[in-house]
């Protein structure tokens, strides 16, 4: 039986936890909604879940609610890790709740395996969490995510159109991504000027190699920094740019837009290549 919980309404107003826009704060207090995102999590059962920005706990209570080993929430907000308080008291052993900045988080070290993300990104930084996720994949069995609609969908473009770029490659790299809701602004407190979106990330089993997946992190970025450029101008910062399309197989008249994941990891090949050679390869990105 669930225990007895206060509205999240008046959770937020005992707190004082008015949304902030610097912290991207944007509440989802429909518990119908944050019951199906926890329902589109997968299986949850035995899973350790990680929640980042769990602001009054909507999406935690739902999190909860499922047959999880435990939730682990990071909260930077300091008024809404107060707002928590009741919760994990509640939910005893079930709830963790740490005051820190997510982007400074090591949650491998944090939480056990088998390890899921289930979050309502903060709008401010939640491409930037992405990214860095998608460099360790292997540590997750999946990861459900809200990010802005725009967002959502250049997670899971296809080559050729508007919003395929760097993103949409490096996902597709390491895992399985698709779009499984859209929630319009009317559902968030308060409401943000655009849709959102959930995605469902499933990492692949077999992961590239750290090496290719950085090599492929400063192809893209050299690629997709200059995408209105064909890429033997746009990826010069790389070094020789012509003798590393050549290597690749891919006409150097061509843009960034037009290339497929396969032809992507070729020319991370040849730029890793170049560089276990000492030949020069640009400066190391993180993936």
Do not use: C
């Amino acid at each position: 039986m669930s225990p007895s919980l206060a509205p999240l309404r008046a959770v937020i107003a005992a707190a004082g936890l008015d949304a902030r826009k610097s912290l991207g704060q944007h509440f989802l207090l429909d518990m119908n909604l944050t019951a199906r995102i926890a329902r589109e999590a997968g299986e949850l059962a035995g899973r350790h879940v990680i929640e980042i920005g769990p602001g009054p706990g909507g999406l935690t209570r739902a999190l909860l609610a499922t047959d999880a080993a435990d939730v682990t929430a990071i909260e930077l907000d300091s008024r809404a890790v107060a707002a928590l308080a009741p919760l994990a008291e509640a939910y005893p052993g079930r709830l963790r709740v740490i005051a820190a900045d997510a982007m400074g988080a090591d949650l491998a070290a944090l939480v056990p395996a088998p390890r899921v993300i289930v979050a309502n990104l903060p709008y401010n930084v939640g491409t930037a969490l992405l990214v860095r996720w998608l460099g360790e994949a292997a540590s997750f069995e999946s990861m459900t995510l809200m990010f802005q609609q725009e967002v959502a969908e250049r997670i899971v473009a296809a080559p050729g159109t508007e919003a395929y770029g760097r993103l949409a490659v490096l996902a597709a790299a390491v895992a399985e991504a698709r779009i499984v809701m859209r929630i319009p602004p009317a559902a968030f407190t308060p409401p943000p000027k655009v849709w959102s979106a959930v995605i469902r990330i499933v990492p692949r089993t077999e992961q590239l190699p750290p090496s290719r997946l950085r090599a492929l992190s400063r192809v893209t970025a050299a690629a997709f920094g200059q995408r209105r450029k064909m890429l033997r101008s746009s990826l010069k910062s790389l070094g020789q740019s012509d003798a590393l399309l050549e290597a690749a197989g891919i006409d150097g008249t061509r843009r960034a837009e037009t290339l497929n994941l396969g032809e992507f990891l070729r020319l991370a090949s040849a730029a890793e290549q170049r560089r276990d050679e000492g030949g020069e390869a640009g400066p190391s990105r993180p993936a």
